[in-house]
C-alpha cells in the first residue's frame, strides 16, 4: 500500500470516528435528557383530579387499608376505607390517612376538601361501623402536619391533629384501638 493511501485511510477513518461519537453522544442526550435521569416506570400526578382518573390516581397510592366507597364531586372527595378484623394497626390507619391528604393537598391543585370515614366491617353479619371520620380541608392546617399524623405512634391523636383535620373518633375506635394499647 502507498504511504499516501494509508494516510487517506487514517485520516477518512478518524473523521469517520468522530461523525459516530458526535452522533452517538446527541442520541444519547436526546434518549436520557442529559443529567436528567427518570426510571421508565415515573410518572407524574396529575395536577387536578377528575372523574376520567380517579381509579388510577387513587390506585397509585398504594393504601394498605382497601378502599370500600369514593366519590368525586365539586372539588370533595369521600372516601371510605374498610377495616376488616383485627389485623390493622392504628399507625397503618393513619399512614393511609396521611397519604390521602398529602396526594389530595400536595400533588393535586382542585382538591379543597376530603371526607374520609373508617369502617370496621363485621364479616359475620355484613354490617359496617364508623371507627373514624375526618373532614380535611385546604389550607386549614400547616403542610408539617401530614408528616406528624403519618408518623403518630400512639392510638390517641393529639387535640391539635383532631382539630386540624376535623377528626371523630367513636366509642368503638376506643376500644378497638385505644384501650387494647392500654392493657
Given amino acids: 500500500m502507498k504511504p499516501g493511501m494509508i494516510l487517506t485511510t487514517s485520516v477518512l477513518a478518524t473523521v469517520a470516528a468522530v461523525f459516530l461519537l458526535v452522533a452517538i453522544q446527541h442520541l444519547h442526550i436526546r434518549t436520557w435528557g442529559e443529567d436528567h435521569v427518570l426510571p421508565v416506570t415515573a410518572t407524574k400526578a396529575p395536577d387536578e383530579l377528575s372523574d376520567e382518573n380517579l381509579v388510577d390516581v387513587l390506585n397509585s397510592m398504594h393504601l394498605t ?3 370500600a366507597r369514593v366519590e368525586w364531586k365539586q372539588s370533595i372527595l ?3 376505607l374498610k ?11 393513619y399512614a393511609n390517612m396521611a397519604a390521602i391528604a398529602e396526594l389530595s393537598f400536595r400533588s393535586l391543585d382542585n382538591v379543597e376538601q376530603v371526607l374520609l370515614r373508617v369502617m370496621a366491617e363485621d364479616e ?12 380535611i380541608r385546604r389550607n386549614e392546617w400547616p403542610m408539617e402536619a401530614i408528616d406528624s399524623l403519618r408518623n403518630w405512634n400512639s392510638p390517641a391523636l393529639s387535640d391539635e391533629l383532631k382539630a386540624w383535620f ?4 367513636t366509642e368503638l375506635w376506643r376500644k378497638q384501638f385505644e384501650m387494647l394499647n392500654q392493657g
Avoid at 377495616?83 to 390507619?93: A, D
Avoid at 376535623?166 to 373518633?169: A, N
Wanted: charged residues 20%; aromatic residues 6%.
Fill in 124 to 135: 359475620w353479619l355484613h354490617k359496617q361501623h364508623l371507627l373514624l371520620a375526618a373532614d
Fill in 78 to 80: 369521600k372516601l371510605d
Fill in 166 to 169: 376535623h377528626i371523630m373518633e
Fill in 83 to 93: 377495616v376488616i378484623g383485627t389485623g390493622t394497626s392504628y399507625s397503618e390507619i
Fill in 65 to 67: 387499608t382497601p378502599i
